[in-house]
């Protein structure tokens, strides 16, 4: 991260749901300091000055910086292995237009987590790109425990889920959590107060039960469809809950592979502005093919594909730049797909000051070419 002065020109801005033709924004000590369209930029000063279409050709897109809920790792780095390797994967990421995310933690010994989430709140103070913590487990159903080990899943009990934000000193952002569990809806409604993000996932629930558990305070669904009851007529489950609650963001994995194009669209068409696309990268993304380590698991990555030996989806090797080009060709709008990679995961941990290029707002921005590769990143100080 730099601080700065950069003018960019000359590109098609897309913020905030609208798509700004030949459009500039001007950053400074690390925020938006204005924006514009056509020639009035000349009249502002800047250490850097950056013609879009020369870095990224004609139809250069300027969006705001990527902000990723839900990530395990990547560049060969697995978040478990400590500040170096989230460091590392953060590097891998950043490159494909990630300026900011929450770190993901898989299954673990309470021990084993209090100690990782107490490395992310260490990092976290120095690493504004690092946005916090969150836990995909313990508290997960065995029955939907996916890519996480099962003998490392527990109930969320009143000590263990204290211990847990205790370890975290403030730096919890999210928790997975299967509110069918014993103990489910008060753990809920702790996790909450503490100021953590719940998200129903890996869970067993019906749509009642997933109801139930948004009003006890849960407000994000964990990769829909994946690890939880599916879409049935009679019977809608935790996606058909979901896109009926405007209070409620849904997490999708637009890799081609955990969810089909028409599925994706349907998604963004039944809850729009609350689609939040995130990676669910393990640290495979960016890396060859091969034997990863996701927690206690052994994964198999082939043709880009982690799968776990009985043949369970391990994670992705997703970046958010490929999860866009993905929603976009399955047929949503571009401005709806920066959206859900911006302004909607921003929202949904309450940092309305990332996901925009707003006056004001942090100066994160992604310059994409015509066909929505990343050509240049650029990063706040705050």
């Not at 305070?217 to 996606?239: C, D, E, W, Y």
């Not at 809950?241 to 405007?246: H, I, L, N």
């Not at 921003?346 to 929505?372: F, K, Q, Y």
């Amino acid at each position: 991260m730099d601080d700065v002065t950069r003018l960019i020109h000359s590109a098609l801005l897309v913020d905030g749901g609208r798509e700004t033709p030949d459009a500039w924004v001007h950053l400074d000590a690390g925020r938006v300091a204005a924006s514009g369209t056509g020639e009035t930029w000349r009249v502002l000063d800047a250490d850097e000055v950056v013609d879009a279409r020369a870095v990224a050709g004609d139809g250069a897109v300027l969006t705001p910086g990527f902000v990723d809920l839900h990530g395990h790792g990547g560049g060969g780095y697995a978040h478990e292995d400590g500040s170096g390797a989230i460091r590392a994967a953060r590097a891998l990421h950043l490159a494909h237009g990630t300026t900011r995310a929450v770190i993901s933690l898989v299954a673990g010994s309470p021990a084993d987590l209090a100690t990782r989430l107490g490395a992310i709140a260490d990092l976290a103070k120095t690493d504004a790109s690092v946005l916090g913590a969150h836990l995909e487990g313990p508290f997960l159903d065995p029955g939907h425990h996916g890519a996480h080990d099962p003998e490392l899943l527990l109930d969320p009990t009143p000590e263990l889920v204290t211990a847990l934000i205790e370890a975290a000193r403030g730096s919890l952002v999210q928790v997975t959590l299967a509110p069918e569990l014993p103990g489910g809806h008060e753990a809920i409604a702790t996790f909450v107060a503490a100021g953590v993000v719940v998200a129903v996932g890996h869970t067993d629930a019906d749509a009642d039960a997933t109801r139930r558990a948004f009003d006890a305070g849960a407000t994000l669904l964990t990769h829909a469809f994946n690890a939880m009851p599916g879409l049935h007529h009679r019977a809608p489950g935790p996606v058909g809950a979901a896109t009926g609650d405007p209070r409620v963001t849904i997490e999708v994995i637009a890799d081609g592979v955990h969810l089909h194009p028409d599925v994706i669209r349907m998604l963004f068409a039944a809850a729009p502005g609350r689609v939040a696309l995130v990676t669910d990268a393990m640290a495979a993304a960016g890396s060859a093919d091969g034997t990863y380590r996701l927690g206690s698991l052994e994964v198999s990555v082939d043709a880009g594909v982690a799968r776990l030996a009985d043949g369970t989806i391990a994670g992705s090797t997703l970046t958010q730049d490929a999860a866009l080009r993905t929603a976009v060709a399955a047929g949503v709008a571009l401005p709806d797909a920066v959206t859900a990679l911006t302004r909607t995961p921003a929202r949904t941990i309450d940092r309305p000051d990332l996901g925009s290029l707003a006056v004001g707002a942090v100066a994160d921005a992604v310059l994409l070419d015509a066909d929505l590769h990343v050509r240049r990143v650029f990063t706040g100080t705050v």
